[in-house]
């Protein structure tokens, strides 16, 4: 089991490390995927920590149908246009034609906001924070797994306001919670900001975004927070009697991120060994090699193990007989697990083991008697390391640019920050010929903009380029 | 706001009761379901503890795909007739007509299949140990909110094993996982056993039955455990290589329960006020009502809150302007919360506050000092005395008969325990004219088996007759 090289071929290589580490593999049905327990205890770790700080805002877990009538998906009309080409539709169902077709949830907007128009009566019923775990089918055409799968797994927020100032604010709220959980667990920094018209949720009034750059200098969206005014209010009539006794729409918001997040980790931080996690995310955060069967060396393993298991670290004791030393030092460096520690009858003689470091590949002989407070050590600094260079490369790999030709060049190995002029037909263009979009025009924009990077018309906006997954 | 009689109308307050505590309500398509903040926080509970005990079994979780392709339901013979009648398929995805349809996944030992036959080459693959948390379809004619629901949440573990003799021990400690899980968090004792080759799962060669006894007598099958023997493993040529390089076919286990063990919970332990919920699953264990709005009490209040979170209890303090406190009584006894503490500026001179048990409706004054004690060991008490009640009405419901005619008034009250011969034609006698089933063969058995209480001829097992839902 070999992988590709990732500077020559990295489409393969992230294909082979998927595969190969355990992480998933293609359903039997084109698009979907089977996330095997190595991806799938990636997921759980994501799905905890997150849970946690989405439950910190407010917000509380429901769980609404996977069967949404057709008629509701049409009611709001740049949702149809926009999710038309993606439905699953069941039309068979009981052994019997369906009066009415069923689409396959694509999102939750609209079935929500139905029960929004229900469970919302008066002022004092706002605001209602919900939040949803579940699968969602779009049909794919090029499906990659993890990046665009026709089953993924996500969460979805769903909130309903008095105001159109709260929807605002938990809108960029909702961003800054991905933000931080992604950058301080995941270690992937991000650019963050608002998506131009046409890249914009469809139903949104604004769509804010974060992007990440993967090795290969493209972006890969990570997750979204959408502001939705009270477009959905108005068709499902999500009304509240406020205070001076009068109906008004809720101003409404909708964020979410997906199993998309995982193949984000394996891009942005992969080396050519394989798997890189960072210690937070990582299901086995240590694992203990014994290099030789030995009772002694197994005794002091097993005891290790007690030790770190009892500081909270998640490690595990790799005791097939069946493979040698060397195979499980490829097998767990292949899946990213943040530290090694190699335990052999000449170390035990001096009471000490070895500890090796994913990321930078460092060994170290430690004490034994140390060894729980060097792992910890080790692990927290991986963390911030791991950030930290990933943060020098986005900034490394993000060029200023002045001029058409400096942006094509720019784009083709990283981002590009310059001017835009807000005109479609700049992006289209870019799109066309250099295969990159506009990522997000960030929060804070300079005082003065210079010319269209593209047309050389006056800049509105100064913006992030890239291609994208 | 009022609910039916527990006593007159069981089914009525069965639906006010879910409804009004809000628990759930039916979705758009009709058959399913929506799991509201407070429901869903019930399954929240559930799902972390089961999910540690069944990780604790070896097993792992996995995710496998919504979308199964039809040719799979119809390789295993008896599945797919015994699946036809309920199965809902996607016969357009994408803006175009499927090649094949796609069923949604009833259950998911076919696909699951399709990837052991890859994943299983050797007789060191074994045991493969699976389980995953999933939405899955069955078309429901005659739904019912947590009971029967065409689209609901469930976990299925999956499991492959070289002999029958591990696939036999695996049923069997799986079903003893979820006695004690329903038993000991739940607070519900059960009747455990195999099911009547009538009642097995389409495609098992055993399936093993957990039923509880509901307030009506009536019974509710809350998780079964199937033996798959080598069916599926033959249709999708689930093989492994054994020690003396010979192909052999794997023996093959699943198990499940669902969201409607909310339904379960829910009839078994209400009463005339609604909800009763047994400590270890109450999403709100204790809940602090101020009885007058007053300064020192809010900060008694805030302080004791404090305290009891830091206790690990799950606490909430009500601190709603909108509503009386005999409101807030009503409400929180509604939706079962197992201790009140009242705390007024009258019991605050005192240094006191009163602390009021769901179950019992017991009320008891104590000093705030030594509230915490209290509430804990009151939220102890009760889940101790829900078990017990309900084991002994249980005992008391079960009525050992010897004819028919006992059998019959005996199933109109609750469960009867008698011999039967095996005949399939008076299982269908006794639905038919009493509308009661055979709901497991216990696993003791009694040494001599009288005449059957149907058909009088020889009995061969001594069973547990009752109507379910």
């Given amino acids: 089991m070999k992988i590709a090289d990732l500077n020559t071929d990295f489409p393969q290589w992230y294909q082979d490390v998927v595969q190969q580490a355990g992480l998933a593999e293609n359903g039997p049905v084109r698009g979907t995927m089977i996330i095997k327990p190595y991806g799938y205890a990636i997921w759980e770790v994501m799905q905890r920590e997150l849970d946690a700080r989405i439950k910190a805002t407010g917000a509380q877990n429901a769980y609404f149908p996977l069967f949404i009538p057709q008629s509701f998906i049409n009611r709001e009309k740049e949702h149809v246009e926009g999710f038309s080409p993606e439905l699953a539709v069941v039309t068979y169902a009981g052994g019997a034609k369906l009066a009415e077709p069923l689409v396959i949830r694509p999102t939750s907007e609209t079935i929500i906001n139905d029960s929004f128009s229900r469970w919302i009566k008066s002022y004092r019923d706002l605001p209602v924070l919900i939040n949803q775990w579940a699968n969602i089918v779009r049909w794919e055409l090029r499906p990659r797994l993890f990046l665009r799968t026709t089953e993924f797994l996500w969460q979805e927020g769903h909130t309903a306001h008095a105001t159109k100032a709260e929807a605002d604010a938990k809108t960029r709220q909702m961003l800054r919670v991905y933000i931080d959980f992604i950058e301080e667990f995941l270690a992937i920094p991000l650019v963050a900001g608002e998506k131009t018209t046409g890249e914009r949720f469809a139903g949104a009034t604004q769509t804010f975004s974060i992007e990440a750059m993967m090795h290969d200098g493209k972006a890969l969206q990570m997750g979204t927070s959408h502001n939705l005014g009270q477009n959905f209010a108005k068709v499902f009539q999500t009304q509240y009697l406020d205070e001076k006794n009068k109906q008004q729409y809720v101003w409404q918001t909708s964020w979410g991120v997906s199993t998309r997040m995982i193949g984000g980790l394996v891009m942005a931080h992969g080396d050519l060994k394989g798997l890189v ?45 069946s493979v040698s030393a060397g195979f499980k030092f490829n097998d767990w460096e292949l899946k990213g697990v943040p530290v090694r520690i190699e335990l052999g009858p000449k170390d035990l003689a001096e009471k000490k083991c070895v500890l090796v470091r994913r990321d930078t590949g460092e060994k170290h002989n430690f004490l034994l008697t140390g060894a729980v407070k060097e792992v910890k050590a080790m692990l927290a600094d991986m963390q911030t390391t791991l950030l930290a260079k990933r943060r020098t490369e ?27 002029c807000g005109a479609a037909n700049d992006e289209a263009k870019l799109k066309e010929e250099a295969k990159a979009t506009i990522r997000a025009i960030p929060f804070d924009q300079p005082e003065k903009i210079g010319a269209c990077v593209i047309c050389g018309q006056a800049g509105r906006h100064q913006v992030v380029f890239g291609r994208a997954y």
């Avoid at 086995?284 to 060396?297: L, R, S």
């Fill in 277 to 321: 996690l960072p210690p937070a995310v990582a299901p086995i955060q240590a694992v203990i090699v014994p290099i030789k069967t030995d009772p002694q060396v197994d005794a002091a393993a097993k005891k290790l193990n007690q030790d770190l298991k009892k500081q909270g670290i998640r490690v595990k004791l790799d005791d097939r007989d």
């Fill in 394 to 420: 986005l900034t490394e790999r993000t060029v200023a640019v002045h001029n058409y030709d400096n942006l094509k060049v720019a784009v083709a190995n990283g981002f590009a920050a310059g001017a835009w």
